[in-house]
């Protein structure tokens, strides 16, 4: 895709600090109401990794630009405040999503995809996306609104994941609430920022 045409590869060492992702694969697998008509949770991970360009166009399906043009993205937000930012925590490290450049930056090294949540799947999945809201995005909304809007505005990320693992035929995923807030926060030195959901991605049997 031309938007991401100077994309040269993912090819990530352990524990780079930029990771250039592929350019999206769009033209999915399945059309978008076959999609919807496979969406489903699943818990079950089976052993695999997330194939680069799959990482690439999850991101991008999430929380990308589609028009760079304008820094406008895949989801919606309230008054366009874009403060869903996503963390992916991996084997090598966590790293966090650009959407304007496409890249993903590491945060920190080394694998904490288990203090994310007690619950037993977070330790096979090879692929965590935390859904953090950035509060310093949304100044000018009382706390109200700010907690309320910024619920909405993860819904929207969090079933563009569920729809990218259901139009791939080889991933699944689940929508995590159940999650450790404190320590993701005190892991990752959030500030004015909260940890709303987490997608663990991996392979599943369909
Ligand atoms: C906001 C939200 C939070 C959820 N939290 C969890 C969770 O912490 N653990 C879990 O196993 N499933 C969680 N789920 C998944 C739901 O249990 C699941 O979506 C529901 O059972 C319906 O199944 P389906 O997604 O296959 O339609 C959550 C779903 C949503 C939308």
């Keep these: ?38 969406r489903q949770t699943y818990r079950d991970f089976i052993a695999g990794d997330v194939r680069e360009e799959h990482l690439s166009t999850l991101l991008w399906m999430a929380c990308g630009e589609n028009r760079p043009d ?38 920190l090294g080394g694998d904490h995809r288990k203090e994310v949540s007690q619950q037993e799947f977070f330790g096979k999945a090879p692929v965590v996306v935390v859904l953090v809201a950035n509060f310093d995005k949304m100044k000018d ?5 700010r907690d309320f809007y910024s619920a909405v505005d993860c819904g929207y990320v969090s079933q563009d994941i569920y729809l990218f693992c259901a139009s791939s035929d080889l991933y699944g995923t689940v929508a995590c609430g159940s999650i450790n807030r404190e320590a993701i926060s005190k892991l990752l030195k959030l500030n004015n920022a909260k940890p709303m959901l987490a997608h663990p991605v991996g392979r599943v049997q369909r």
């Design 141 to 145: 909304f009382d706390t109200a609104s």
């Design 70 to 107: 304008v820094h406008k993205r895949t989801t919606p937000t309230a008054r366009n405040a874009q403060e869903i930012e996503l963390y992916v925590f991996m084997k090598k490290g966590v790293y966090l999503y650009r959407p304007e450049k496409h890249i993903l930056s590491l945060v």
């Design 1 to 38: 895709m031309a938007l991401f045409a100077v994309a040269a590869s993912f090819a990530a060492s352990a524990q780079e600090k930029t990771i250039q992702l592929m350019a999206p694969e769009l033209g999915g697998e399945q059309p978008l109401r076959i999609a919807c008509e496979m």
